[in-house]
């Protein structure tokens, strides 16, 4: 991936370039014209790994910053973060802030850019296995000076407030221009064991919910049949009073 971009309000434009290094870890470096040795030409300003890549004003501070998620596919451990890397005052590219995400993931999917009360929140799929999702919600805490998840849980490690048993991406439902992620909701009855052996796997409806900026507000409700191709929304009165 390739990325051209001013990203230090010089008039400048940086080039930004991405490769795989190794099966699912990538590397971006940030090249950046100037004067080296005497004479101007394009040198390494800064360079990390990285699993997807975009730019946007994570601070609001009217200048775009690198946002990037990493998942460490060479830790023992299943971690994974997301960072920005921004021009510091003297003209440093720096990684601005770096904060743990939920690592028990398989890859990304897309990174969705919206606002809440005029600052940026970043929204991010990621896969949790072959049918399951999460959506990671990150944004700027100007007083902490760095990037905060607000509904990922630092005790477990893990991001389930967004988690859905389908590989249903963020969208705008509703043509408002701000996003709603799609929460599965487990509907009560839906399962039995026998023999202490499950003999139904839960059924779901969704949940499609806007983050407000301090948590998950309900937009919709929403049950798919993906086998029969069709969908019936649901009052709000019925969540959580669903069963079968």
Request: glycine share 6%.
């Amino acid at each position: 991936s390739v990325i051209i971009e001013d990203l230090n309000g010089d008039k400048i434009k940086e080039i930004t370039v991405g490769w795989n290094i190794f099966t699912l870890s990538r590397q971006f470096t940030v090249y950046q014209f100037g004067d080296t040795s005497d004479k101007e030409t394009f040198f390494e300003a800064g360079s990390w790994q990285y699993s997807m890549i975009t730019t946007t004003d994570v601070d609001s501070d009217g200048q775009n910053d690198l946002f990037f998620v990493y998942l460490d596919t060479n830790s023992l451990v299943p971690s994974a973060y997301a960072c920005i890397a921004s021009y510091d005052e003297i003209g440093n590219l720096i990684l601005r802030s770096r904060i743990p995400v939920d690592g028990n993931i398989s890859g990304y999917s897309n990174i969705y850019i919206d606002s809440v009360n005029k600052s940026t929140v970043i929204l991010v799929d990621a896969f949790k296995n072959e049918h399951d999702m999460i959506t990671e919600v990150l944004k700027w805490d100007k007083s902490a000076n760095s990037l905060v998840a607000p509904l990922f849980d630092a005790e477990t490690q893990t991001t389930t407030a967004t988690w859905r048993n389908n590989r249903r991406n963020v969208e705008d439902i509703d043509s408002d221009n701000h996003y709603e992620i799609p929460v599965g909701v487990e509907i009560v009855g839906s399962t039995y064991v026998i023999n202490g052996e499950l003999q139904e796997e839960s059924l779901y409806y969704t949940r499609w919910s806007h983050f407000n900026g301090e948590k998950l507000k309900a937009e919709k409700y929403v049950i798919y049949n993906n086998s029969e191709n069709y969908s019936l929304d649901i009052p709000s009165s019925w969540d959580g009073k669903i069963t079968v």
